[in-house]
């Protein structure tokens, strides 16, 4: 295990075009230990400058709805941001899930996102790279805004590189004008339209074919309902001085207009997912004057024992059903030779009995457990290391 500066490294939790993610700990005396998150640029060219600038940036936010930086260091020439560890996973990992969430709970999201970009318009930032896997949610349910490193100042000079992930970028963005805060706010729509619809709504073989949808997009046409499609137009609009005029306006609207879970509700219903409950009701003992009927009854029952008995192996072992799973802390579960992570929202997988694998490496531990998977529904593990 090396270390960077003070921190030592666990584990690579990602990595992609320009850096790598890794996960770090500092420890210090009397057992004092606190989790971190590594950037590093992989290579030092250009886009060093990015990893610096939004070093700068957030050394100045302070937001329940942002993460937080705690220092920039140097280790060899390559430039590593250490930042707050979110314990959860982001939007884009909630999106492929494809639960089938509650109207009240995207809003509450949307809300979430909202208030972090109120914070980041009042200081003057705009985010320009605005999308679902810059949003992380924390598995207490707190959701926060990341990765700054194309922020901008309001008003500032900047060379007109294409950079942020294609299909959330705004027209203006894309021809080349002058962004404003209205900018963030039509990518904002762009990620609760997915939310909603469970698609991207620019899409394309191509960035460049995606590019050109968004270059000549001129508004939305798909209904989804009236209140949620007159938000959404607003947003949505080609021109940013139609969309909301701030972050704040846009909050307030989603407040007088529509239903927003709370953060303990978001939590039960991902944790949940949309069951139903059967209540069973059983056979009391009759009267000796009733026992015709009450052999009667005992018959039925016995009856509907066996059929059941006989239908057992079909309801649970035909078709298909969902998994929840939930660890404390986080573990790797192991699920029919595919390694997943927890938490686990909605894995579709044959009904019928199923094995899981739990294991967590930096406690060096490893168990199993066994449960039935019922036909069209979710089943819910709750586990603690």
Same mark, same amino acid.
């Given at each position: 295990?090396?270390?960077?500066?003070?921190?030592?490294?666990?584990?690579?939790?990602?990595?992609?075009?320009?850096?790598?993610?890794?996960?770090?700990?500092?420890?210090?005396?009397?057992?004092?230990?606190?989790?971190?998150?590594?950037?590093?640029?992989?290579?030092?060219?250009?886009?060093?400058?990015?990893?610096?600038?939004?070093?700068?940036?957030?050394?100045?936010?302070?937001?329940?709805?942002?993460?937080?930086?705690?220092?920039?260091?140097?280790?060899?020439?390559?430039?590593?941001?250490?930042?707050?560890?979110?314990?959860?996973?982001?939007?884009?990992?909630?999106?492929?899930?494809?639960?089938?969430?509650?109207?009240?709970?995207?809003?509450?999201?949307?809300?979430?996102?909202?208030?972090?970009?109120?914070?980041?318009?009042?200081?003057?930032?705009?985010?320009?790279?605005?999308?679902?896997?810059?949003?992380?949610?924390?598995?207490?349910?707190?959701?926060?805004?990341?990765?700054?490193?194309?922020?901008?100042?309001?008003?500032?000079?900047?060379?007109?590189?294409?950079?942020?992930?294609?299909?959330?970028?705004?027209?203006?963005?894309?021809?080349?004008?002058?962004?404003?805060?209205?900018?963030?706010?039509?990518?904002?729509?762009?990620?609760?339209?997915?939310?909603?619809?469970?698609?991207?709504?620019?899409?394309?073989?191509?960035?460049?074919?995606?590019?050109?949808?968004?270059?000549?997009?001129?508004?939305?046409?798909?209904?989804?309902?009236?209140?949620?499609?007159?938000?959404?137009?607003?947003?949505?609009?080609?021109?940013?001085?139609?969309?909301?005029?701030?972050?704040?306006?846009?909050?307030?609207?989603?407040?007088?207009?529509?239903?927003?879970?709370? /953060?303990?509700?978001?939590?039960? &219903?991902?944790?949940?997912?949309? =069951? +139903?409950?059967? *209540?069973?009701?059983? @056979? !009391?003992?009759?009267?000796?004057?009733?026992?015709?009927?009450?052999?009667?009854?005992?018959?039925?029952?016995?009856?509907?024992?066996?059929?059941?008995?006989?239908?057992?192996?079909?309801?649970?072992?035909?078709?298909?059903?969902?998994?929840?799973?939930?660890?404390?802390?986080?573990?790797?579960?192991?699920?029919?030779?595919?390694?997943?992570?927890?938490?686990?929202?909605?894995?579709?997988?044959?009904?019928? /009995?199923?094995?899981?694998?739990? &294991?967590?490496?930096?406690?060096? =531990? +490893?168990?199993? *457990?066994?449960?039935? @998977? !019922?036909?069209?529904?979710?089943?819910?593990?709750?586990?603690?290391?």
């Amino acid at each position: 295990m090396h270390a960077i500066g003070r921190y030592s490294i666990l584990e690579k939790i990602a990595s992609g075009g320009m850096s790598q993610i890794y996960k770090g700990i500092l420890k210090g005396p009397q057992g004092f230990k606190k989790e971190v998150v590594l950037k590093n640029i992989t290579e030092l060219h250009s886009f060093s400058k990015h990893l610096i600038h939004e070093a700068k940036i957030l050394s100045s936010f302070q937001h329940p709805n942002v993460v937080s930086v705690y220092e920039l260091v140097e280790e060899k020439k390559n430039f590593f941001l250490v930042m707050e560890y979110i314990q959860g996973q982001d939007l884009d990992e909630l999106n492929s899930s494809k639960m089938c969430l509650s109207e009240k709970v995207h809003f509450y999201l949307v809300s979430e996102i909202l208030k972090g970009l109120e914070y980041i318009h009042e200081k003057g930032f705009i985010h320009q790279d605005l999308s679902p896997s810059n949003i992380l949610i924390s598995y207490d349910g707190y959701v926060k805004i990341t990765d700054f490193g194309l922020a901008v100042k309001k008003n500032e000079r900047t060379t007109r590189s294409l950079y942020g992930k294609c299909s959330y970028l705004s027209p203006e963005q894309v021809r080349g004008e002058n962004i404003t805060f209205q900018t963030d706010l039509f990518s904002l729509g762009l990620i609760l339209y997915e939310m909603l619809r469970g698609k991207k709504f620019f899409e394309g073989k191509t960035d460049f074919e995606i590019l050109e949808k968004i270059r000549k997009f001129k508004t939305i046409e798909e209904k989804i309902n009236s209140q949620v499609d007159s938000f959404l137009k607003n947003l949505l609009q080609q021109s940013p001085c139609k969309r909301f005029q701030s972050a704040q306006e846009c909050l307030e609207f989603i407040q007088g207009h529509f239903q927003i879970a709370s /953060r303990e509700e978001f939590l039960k &219903e991902i944790q949940e997912g949309p =069951q +139903k409950t059967h *209540k069973l009701s059983f @056979v !009391r003992d009759m009267p000796q004057k009733n026992a015709f009927l009450k052999h009667y009854v005992i018959g039925v029952c016995i009856f509907f024992i066996l059929l059941g008995g006989v239908s057992f192996h079909y309801f649970y072992n035909s078709g298909s059903g969902f998994l929840s799973i939930q660890t404390e802390p986080w573990s790797y579960v192991t699920i029919q030779g595919e390694k997943l992570m927890t938490p686990l929202y909605h894995y579709k997988i044959k009904s019928g /009995r199923v094995s899981v694998i739990f &294991e967590n490496p930096h406690l060096n =531990q +490893k168990k199993s *457990k066994t449960v039935w @998977v !019922r036909r069209n529904g979710n089943t819910l593990i709750l586990d603690k290391f």
